[in-house]
């Protein structure tokens, strides 16, 4: 099943890349950006820094479709026990719609979204009892560090400006939020800057 789907994504990108035609060979239609920002994890009040990567193919004048890969790393350190309480990382992968709201020789405004899954790795400091033990005990006897790897489904919502310095060469920033079937919603920001092809 996996190699069946990964052949239809292969053709799907393939079949994009074919599909650019003389007139427009002149604008451009591939990306690819990279991008760092801050990212808010809201269960557990984590922060941390998220990494991204996208391509991108303009299908129309308005409508562009991207493949976008995130890392994030965070944290929550207690300033008491002088222990992180929190360490998250999250491997994400998405697909999204983006549509020009806003696009000239300068700037560019978008807003985008699509699916997304991604995979998860937690560690959490949880007061109480747990109910199979599985935890690893923390600093007190009623403390213990819970260990999660988990996979999800859900979504991203992308608002995102691009500033073009040329023809090829851009920055910019952008606000995401992604949300999913299981475990928290993240909220980041950050700055981009891609190569247009």
Known sequence: MNSFLFKIIACGIFCLLLSQTVSAQARYRN????????AYIVEGDNSGAIF??????????RLNFSLSGEYLSSSRYDQGKEIFTSRKAFVMFDASLYFDLLENDKFTIKIGAGPAVRRRSEVDLVQGAINNNSGTPGTTADEHFIH???????????????????????????ASGYFYNAGSSIFSAGLTMGYSF
Do not use: C, M, S
């Open 148 to 174: 999660n790897r988990e996979r999800d489904f859900g979504g991203k919502i992308v608002l995102e400006n691009d500033f073009h310095n040329d023809n090829r060469l851009f920055f910019g920033w952008r």
């Open 52 to 61: 991204t990567q996208q391509y991108t193919r303009e299908l129309t004048d």
């Open 31 to 38: 990306n690819f950006r990279t991008g760092v920002g801050f």
